[in-house]
């Protein structure tokens, strides 16, 4: 099992990104997904995080730029990025609560991460 994310790059200030990021493997079922992000010199914090069930929280001061989504049928989650800041500028990761089944067919409960997307946003 494993989360891949993608989408990052370098763009100006006030465009937009869209991160994806999704899971493969034996899934059986993925609960809570989010992302969160590492700016250089930082500690890693959470972004946004969503429910199976749609339900969204986002960090406060991302409210109403950033927008988290996912498509349970293809087990990806989604980072819509607008209006991005020179301060924006870090590497986003993907995080998932999921149930998968492991070589013995034995169901395993994992957290994991995947390995992250830099965004670059320049002034």
């Known amino acids: 099992v494993q989360l891949q994310a993608s989408g990052g790059g370098l763009v100006q200030a006030g465009e937009s990104l869209r991160l994806s990021c999704a899971a493969s493997?034996?899934?059986?079922?993925?609960?809570?997904m989010s992302w969160y992000r590492q700016a250089p010199g930082k500690e890693r914090g959470l972004v946004a995080t969503?429910?199976?069930?749609?339900?969204?929280n986002y960090v406060d001061s991302l409210k109403g730029r950033f927008t988290i989504s996912r498509d349970n049928a293809k087990n990806t989650v989604y980072l819509q990025m607008n209006s991005l800041k020179p301060e924006d500028t870090a590497v986003y990761y993907c995080?998932?609560?999921?149930?998968?089944?492991?070589?013995?067919?034995?169901?395993?409960?994992?957290?994991?991460w995947g390995q992250g997307t830099l965004v670059t946003v320049s002034s």
């Open positions: 493997g034996s899934i059986v079922r993925i609960d809570d």
């Open positions: 995080f998932a609560d999921l149930l998968y089944k492991d070589y013995s067919d034995a169901f395993v409960a994992h957290k994991m």
């Open positions: 969503i429910t199976s069930g749609g339900i969204t």
